[in-house]
């Protein structure tokens, strides 16, 4: 299976793998790494509140206390924005490795393109992205892991 190395190796306790073609696999596999990834920015975020006071870019900052009770605190214009820069960034997402609807058989929803590597949107602004594509699956594997 894709992604079995070490220290881990194949960890497939519910039996998803046995159920699953190669898309449904790469579907999970691209679930995985972008929930996985949001997951890591609301971490850094939820540090970056409890340490940061002050004015922001977007409103007056006038949040107060833990992070925990930070998110009733918010404005509801920033709701707006979050919620377009998310379904942007979700358009982008499915333009690059989803097929179009309009092409895809009705029994086989959620078609990836054939050619799409999940979780390679070519957004890489620091660089770190490994050139040789085994080494790029392997790096993705220990970020799964």
Same mark, same amino acid.
């Given at each position: 299976?894709?992604?079995?190395?070490p220290?881990?190796?194949? *960890?497939?306790?519910?039996? *998803?793998?046995?159920?699953?073609?190669?898309?449904? +696999?790469?579907?999970?596999?691209?679930?995985?790494l972008?929930?996985?990834?949001?997951?890591?920015?609301?971490?850094?975020?939820?540090?970056?509140?409890?340490?940061?006071?002050? %004015?922001?870019?977007?409103?007056?900052?006038?949040?107060?206390?833990?992070?925990? %009770?930070?998110?009733?605190?918010?404005?509801e214009?920033?709701?707006?924005?979050?919620?377009?820069?998310?379904?942007?960034?979700?358009? *982008?997402?499915?333009?690059?490795?989803?097929?179009?609807?309009?092409?895809?058989?009705?029994?086989?929803?959620? +078609?990836?393109?054939?050619d799409?590597?999940?979780?390679?949107?070519?957004?890489?602004?620091?660089?770190?992205?490994?050139?040789?594509?085994?080494e790029?699956?392997?790096?993705?594997?220990?970020?799964?892991?």
């Amino acid at each position: 299976l894709v992604g079995a190395l070490p220290p881990v190796g194949f *960890f497939d306790p519910l039996g *998803f793998a046995d159920k699953a073609d190669e898309n449904t +696999l790469k579907r999970y596999r691209e679930a995985e790494l972008t929930h996985g990834r949001v997951s890591m920015l609301a971490v850094l975020g939820f540090l970056v509140g409890e340490k940061v006071e002050g %004015s922001s870019f977007l409103f007056d900052a006038s949040i107060k206390g833990p992070a925990i %009770s930070h998110l009733g605190q918010v404005p509801e214009g920033f709701w707006a924005i979050l919620l377009i820069t998310i379904g942007a960034a979700e358009q *982008f997402r499915a333009e690059k490795g989803w097929v179009d609807p309009s092409e895809v058989p009705v029994d086989q929803p959620g +078609l990836l393109k054939s050619d799409y590597v999940p979780g390679d949107l070519g957004f890489d602004p620091l660089g770190l992205k490994p050139e040789d594509p085994e080494e790029f699956m392997i790096m993705q594997t220990k970020e799964l892991q």
